[in-house]
Each structure stands twice: as structure tokens, then as C-alpha cells.
């Protein structure tokens, strides 16, 4: 049996005043004008100087005859106007996309000079991020519309600027690496090779403005791909900015579409495009119709209820503490990899931790935006739920389960305990869950890692003491695992997955036998 212990839940609503924002920007005003790419100011964007997101399709950049009117997260104020692309519109993105042919605009026959284009541009995109001026002007950016701290925000940029390092040199051309077989005969050998979609579409949220976009559109390219880029219209306006960043540095104005819009004229566009393959991450309700309005030609990272267990080992309790804090509320608790649920083993119980998690949670504030609006979902939604779940004493129970796991994107997580003879029904609940992306085990103990992982499979997960469910860096595979669909992030196995295909070519230049005949039929 469980027992819901604790819950936790922040105010979703903006503050009635905007003076805890421009406080942020107080020790370090900076003008961007000398940054060559931006055409805003990021701390300036207000009501009486908006900015304005265009649309780039066939190598332009385009208004639309209407414009949306995004509001500042901090304070209501209409701040941010988009061009955004209705269903009569589309026509100009449905002929790019369609341009494009299906064995991609280069691969490892067709303009192999492209592999090193895009090391280059890799290249000199690094250096800019590395630059101080301009990691801060995209940091600062991002906190604009996706209100989180500055280390939050920052961290964005580092992990961009990180992965754009990795692919420098020859590391994109080695993405398209290929290997041979000897074949039966002499003359004849298979060859393996990794193969472009050609024309793809990568539809991305809103919680990581910078890091997801750009990753999955540079794996992409790397690849030979042409994409067409949609980011949530709440935040468009960094990836805009960044879009402009790569053309300086050498990105051909053709290679990519940039589209604002609402879903349904997205949708319009990809039934009449029909994309070779189409990268959504994003809430696995929209995931599972684009599956089937695209007929399976999808990959996926959506929703995740990601699950932390902390073993009978009983070690650094404020450290834990600590990373449980900012796993459930760091970014509001906006993040497909928040810890949505604490299994804890009774060894815990009688330990300062839920103590501890709850000064952590309460030292977060608004001021410095540790804690910030939660974009999704109002005060009023989070606090039925948390009533809900309250009532609860058996999680496993029919019922009541669907309700526990009801993925919250805001700070709220559920921490229950569970004794030691207990583990089989912790692992029946991970059983049953549907999403598999994070997850953490927290011990030090091998036979207990060695049970939970054994019986799990979420496709990112952290082991031992130090295990957490967030803070995805480029250097390891950041995805969900158990459904054939899921699409990973970062690293070179996460690009050869989700952006190439298999290609098998097999050479059989001869000779044919000496004094061949042609034999009987068979």
C-alpha cells in the first residue's frame, strides 16, 4: 500500500508588477547593437517597443497578413508581435519543402563538400555562443519569454554552444561513416551507408527556446536534410534571432524554412507537404495524432512522468535534497524531465529530507526568478489536482493511479514511501506507466541498481548516489526509450537515428566465371 506523503505546488499566475523583472537587468545593461545578427534588444521588448518575428521561407524573410500578439509571462503586457502563417498561406512552404528531393540535398554520393560546410558553420556558431556578449544577449532573451534564472537560461546556451563544438571539424562527415561486407564472390561487396529523408519537419515547445531547435536543426542539416523549423510562438523569437546568427555565420538562406503558426495551419502544411519524416517533442497528445495524420513517419520525444526512486542505502541527505529541489521546480518545474514522483524507502522516513525539500522549495522566489509563471496551466487546475491526490492512499489502486500519473507541467511533484518488502509493487507502478524519458535510482547499493534498472526502461535514467532526472548535457543521449518512435538528442547516435536511414548498395563488378553458360531455369 502507498500513501501520498507530500505534494508540493507553486503559484501559477504572473505578479501584478513588472519591477522584480527589469531588477534582473539592473547590474548589467548591455546594448547589442554592435552584435551584427540581432535586429532587438532583448531587455528593451515592451509594449511600447515590440519586437517582431518573421517567417523565412525559400531563402526570404516574410511577414503574413496577420499578426499575433504574444504577452510578456511577468506582467500581461503585449510585447512580442508574430507573423504568423494562417491556412491560406502555407502554399509558399508546401512548394520549398516539396523542392527538395527525397535523397536530400547532399549525402555521401551527392555533394560531399556540404559535410564540410556544416562543420564550418558548426564551427564559427560555437565561437559566437562562446562569445560573453552574445551568450548573454540570448540568455537574457530566453528569460524574456520563458521566464527561468539566469543559470537556468545560461545553461541553455552552454549546451548549444557545447554540441556546435562537437561537430566541428571532420565530426559532421563522420555521421555519414559507412561500412563494407566482402560479398560471396570476387567483385562483389555490401555497402552500408546512413541516408537522408530529404524534406523533414522538426516541430519543437516552448520550455527550452535555444537547446532543443537548434540541436535537433543542426542534426538535420548535418545529415543532408531539408527542414522546415516551427517553434511554440510564445518563444519563437530566440530561435529567429539564432536563425539570423547562422545565416552570418555561413548557413545558405535556402537550406532551412522557419514558420510561425497556429497547429492547424502546421498540420495543413504537413498533410499537403507530406515531409519524409517529422521530429515532434512536445505533449504526447498532439504526438499521437501527428502519428497518425503523417502515418507513422514520425519521431518523437513527448511527455514524461519521470520517476526517481531513492534506495535503503542512506547517504548525503542535503545533497539529495538538493538535486530532488531542483529536479521537481529548477525552470518552474517546466522541463519533459522534471521529477514527477519520489519513491522513497521507509530508510528515508526518519531522515531531515522532506524537511530539507521543503526549505530548498520555499527559498525559491520570483525576484530572481527560481521560481516563475507556469505557462501551460493555471493556480486554480494544479491546486484541484494536488486536492485530488490528496484523498489518495493507494496509488496502485484502479483509479487512482491514472490520477497520480497525470503528468503536471508546473512545480509539483508527488512523494510517497514505500517499504522494504514493498520494491515489486514500485517496479509494477514504473511498469505501468506510459512514458519512459527520465528516471533516476538513487544508491549506492549494485544489487538494488541492478534490480531497478533491470526492470525498467526509461531511455535517459541516472544511477547512484548522485542520480537526478534532469540537467541533460550534449555529451549523453537525452530521449525516451520503449517506443520504436522515440527520438534522442545530442549526441552522434541521437542524429544518425532520428535524422538518416539505411541505405545497403551492393557492388558486383565481376568478372563473370570463365566459360559461363546460362543455366536451367530454377
Known sequence: MYRVVACRAFRATAPHKASCWFNLFNASSRSVHSLPFATLEAEEISGSQPAEVYNLVQGKWTGSRSWNTIVDPLNGEPFIKIAEVDEKEIQPFVESLSKCPKHGLHNPFKAPERYLLYADISAKAAHMLSLPKVSDFFTRLIQRVSPKSYQQAYAEVYVTQKFLENFCGDQVRFLARSFAVPGNHLGQQSHGYRWPYGPVAIITPFNFPLEIPVLQLMGALYMGNK??????????????????????????????????????????????????????????????????????????????????????????????????????????????????????????????????????????????????????????????????????????????????????????????????????????????????????????????????????????TYAGLRARTTGAPQNHWFGPAGDPRGAGIGTPEAIKLVWSCHREIIYDYGPVPTKWEIPPST
Open 227 to 460: 527542414p522546415i523549423l516551427k517553434v511554440d510562438s510564445k518563444v519563437s523569437v530566440v530561435m529567429e534571432q539564432m536563425m539570423r546568427l547562422l545565416h552570418s555565420c555561413g548557413l545558405p538562406v535556402e537550406d532551412v524554412d522557419f514558420i510561425n503558426s497556429d497547429g492547424k495551419a502546421m498540420n495543413k502544411l504537413l498533410m499537403e507537404a507530406n515531409p519524409r519524416m517529422t521530429l515532434f517533442t512536445g505533449s504526447s497528445r498532439i504526438a499521437e495524432k501527428l502519428a497518425v495524420d503523417l502515418k507513422g513517419r514520425v519521431k518523437l520525444e513527448d511527455a514524461g512522468f519521470d520517476w526517481k526512486v531513492l534506495g535503503p542505502d542512506v547517504h548525503e541527505v542535503d545533497y539529495v535534497a538538493w538535486v530532488c529541489d531542483q529536479d521537481a521546480y529548477a525552470c518552474s518545474g517546466q522541463k519533459c524531465s522534471a521529477q514527477s514522483i519520489l519513491f522513497m524507502h521507509e530508510n528515508w522516513s526518519s531522515t531531515s529530507l522532506l524537511s530539507k525539500m521543503k526549505d530548498l522549495a520555499g527559498r525559491r522566489k520570483l525576484e530572481d526568478l527560481t521560481v516563475g509563471p507556469v505557462l501551460t496551466l493555471t493556480t486554480e487546475a494544479m491546486l484541484e489536482h494536488m486536492n485530488k491526490l490528496l484523498q489518495i492512499t493507494e496509488i496502485l489502486k484502479d483509479g487512482n493511479f491514472e490520477v497520480v500519473t497525470k503528468e503536471i507541467f508546473g512545480p509539483f511533484q508527488i512523494v510517497t514511501e514505500y517499504k522494504q518488502d514493498q520494491l515489486p509493487m514500485v517496479l509494477n507502478a514504473l511498469e505501468r506507466m506510459h512514458a519512459h524519458l527520465t528516471a533516476a535510482v538513487v544508491s549506492n547499493d549494485p544489487l538494488f541498481l541492478q534490480e531497478v534498472i533491470g526492470n525498467s526502461v526509461n531511455g535517459t
